[in-house]
């Protein structure tokens, strides 16, 4: 059954529950879920609520204009969603196969609400994988040079595709600050236990540093490099007797876990960001 | 600063929490935090609100009675607590300091909303610890023969002292349904993952079955062994090289861990039983 | 670079890693990894030793000879492996595609030391996935009247195929006392933290119950149900907003790991079992 | 029962298990454990045995003599402990109580190979604990001008009283490089997960950058700050609902842990230290 989400993020101050969700009750939405946050330094108010649209008084297509009034008015800004809306996801890739496959593999098993029309690779590796999952598969090389025009070329096809959302899925290339400017809606898995390991080759340099336990972070892409907000974050114990490849290995299960959680978070609406973090509402 | 945490649970419908946060509102409370959480199954409605006294508009000693009021229009249950209000909890043991131990640290820490003015035991074993936090140590053996008497007297001593909470932690005595009855509010740890080695001896029972994770389970206490509502669970990684005694060793962390863990959460009310089954609001 | 492993399991005394590994050294054996586990209270001594083919005095084809006059000299049981000796696996499934897709996915990409040449199952599911990877594809319907004719049936292909190894990847049938006999190397995901919820619908039951972890184990199939050798155990944490359908979604994801990883542990010879246990060598 | 604990370190070459266990089974020694390790890379070996001092051919006197011998053959260097030699710890705190407190019901519950006589402070605030448990405590207070002296009053005391290891359990003082040269075996707790969050207020820049888990890491001391070789680490969820006194307080469950499990793995002298890095023979 379609669910109404809507998030909001306000100033904070006695009886914003009660506003939001009596203009809720007022158009007889039976509510799902309801969760809110508070963060006492910033004075910010952030809110998630859930409801059935089945028996909800308004029609599908007036409640975003009334939700943005009812932001208005508590002077903050809100996001609305219907759950039958799937996002259209653009996966890129590099060479690695494990987080694509799993995503697709998830897509298919329902589990992720989304769908995924275009994959993107530098490399033609994965293209046989998309091609068994009907996935179509763009591969646009890329070097320092033409950079600038290939991501004008990505950001064509992106639009063709009417594409909502970008995941990096071991990409392996960075994105200018155009680009995320003009796209800022970006997932990406880093393969270290952030703010651990930033950059290149984290897995050698935690085998180098001798660490107990590794990780992997998935977070929204900013325009500085590995600093963005972090959404999961997962590890796993590694030992003296694991060399540089088993921390690859066991990072690959512990990468496509922290991604599939974060983007389910993020497309079931979960996560909301701000002041360069995020609450996510598990 | 001083909160007001009410829990109510009740039939569900459309609208509960604009009403309930709409009679805080009209009575100019500041919601801190707001969960709420829907059985659909059951079709039961939970939700824990918990907002500042300061500024409410309700004197501190008429709040209960228009909760009760609130609660009948809704036809459920309501509980409401002071966030000033410490329990005072009676701490049951047997020969095992690392519970208690932790447990009498946490309140000197105040990391514990409560109050541990009393300890009781079967054994001697403990009392030096409780001598050293200034806690009275009620030394009461029990056997089966005069188990009947001596819960008696217990229940005596737990109403002069205006107990409110029993902590079984290690007390590795099975209190009779007749005690329970009359004092329902126990907590439990039990020194396995439940339901896996309910009763005596789990670790040596984990032991033999060569299990690879043992764990801990924090519980209310009902009159069926073990099978009281779970409130939390920790587990520890264990291999072949460990002896019953290393798994007895391990055990004792996550013991402790799972155990203050449920009780932090008891305290500050974001535990609500329903179905033989705990919500806990973290 | 080939390895050659020695598993050996005999009564305990003193002199015993001298004289294995002082036979290695006596054949010029580089030994890359030495493990030896002792239970004190059997009496038993265990050991997995790995080294360097290249360079070993001794022949490939003379060394097991050799072994097992080592092992009747200690008056034990050895077992030999070349670790360019892939196993040749089963996948048995159901309709459930996790388990399956992910072992061969792992296959693929060289992190798993076999050969799956066949998959069984008495649903066509997941027939496609394994045309998609080349992998032969038996569709074997069962019921109880027909189960001792299709085990027989199934047995002749294992033969066919020298299959060395079954791995039930969520089969959903119980494969008969005398067929576990004839065919004893097997490895099953039980979709629980064994020994809690033994046998049907793990999930509901952890769910009725009210747990707050959920796991999943594998083992060696014995002819008791769910009771065999644990090779490995995984939870997830789940809370009282997760559905039935929430546990399996989340269970999919830790039995798969706990799969693998045990898998990768068998292949490898780096289990051995010893009264209805194992000894994993990590 | 008493065992001789032998760790060395040498060039790898092949024959060294045997020569190694082959010189114990000379003497008659029954091991117990016997665990190797080999860092393909570096080319070098680690190996701990363990096996009963009874028995033992070599008188007590004579085993360290002839352990040099061996250590010179192979051109490495050996490490010699008995068990039943207990280490003499001076623990070193600042304000904070949970990781010593911790320590000293530890050894007092038997779980720790060490005797703590002295305890270190520049606040008086641990006396109490320190006086219950009859364990002497000096107040030293410092400040950046009179460092160099007090380490030098220090270091007298640590002579006198004997002090084998020191253990830094929240001390929130750096040592200088000169009093590390002259005591270098330390071992401190950093609350948080290295390589991040070096240095001070690792939980305030957690909660900054948002993170998903937070981290308390063991390590020994070097003069190159939290950069010394890493023994444990551990972790803990945290969420957008944490403050950062939440993160303080879930953090000292992690510390205590992680400091535990490693002095543990120290005094059972299963750590072995190799190009600024651990190798631990759990």
Not at 50 to 56: A, H, K, R, S, T
Not at 77 to 98: C, M, N, P, T, Y
Not at 130 to 141: A, L, R
Not at 220 to 233: A, C, E, M, N, S
Request: charged share 25%.
């Amino acid at each position: 059954m379609t669910t109404v989400i809507l998030q909001l993020i306000c100033p904070d101050r006695p009886g914003l529950v009660s506003e939001i969700s009596g203009w809720i009750a007022s158009n007889h939405g039976n509510i799902r879920h309801a969760d809110h946050h508070t963060d006492g330094e910033a004075s910010v108010f952030l809110s998630r609520l859930e409801w059935d649209l089945e028996g909800f008084k308004l029609p599908r297509e007036l409640i975003e204009q009334e939700v943005y009034k009812l932001a208005n008015r508590l002077e903050g800004k809100a996001h609305l969603h219907f759950s039958d809306h799937f996002s259209r996801v653009a996966i890129f890739v590099g060479k690695q196969s494990h987080c694509l496959l799993d995503l697709l593999w998830r897509v298919n098993n329902n589990e992720m609400e989304m769908e995924v029309p275009l994959v993107i690779s530098n490399h033609m590796d994965l293209k046989k994988i998309c091609d068994s999952f009907n996935v179509d598969y763009k591969y646009i090389p890329v070097d320092e040079e033409n950079k600038s025009f290939v991501e004008k070329k990505i950001l064509k096809i992106l639009l063709d595709y009417k594409i909502d959302l970008i995941v990096l899925a071991k990409y392996m290339q960075i994105l200018s600050s155009e680009f995320i400017q003009l796209f800022p809606n970006i997932i990406n898995i880093h393969h270290s236990f952030l703010p651990a390991f930033k950059g290149a080759k984290p897995y050698h340099r935690a085998w180098k540093r001798g660490v107990k336990l590794i990780g992997a972070t998935a977070h929204y892409v900013t325009d500085k490099l590995d600093d963005g907000p972090i959404i999961d974050q997962t590890i796993v114990h590694v030992s003296h007797r694991d060399e540089v490849n088993d921390l690859i290995r066991k990072g690959r299960d512990t990468e496509r876990l922290a991604l599939a959680r974060a983007l389910r978070f993020h497309l079931r609406r979960q996560v909301m960001v701000y002041r360069g973090k995020t609450a996510v509402f598990e």
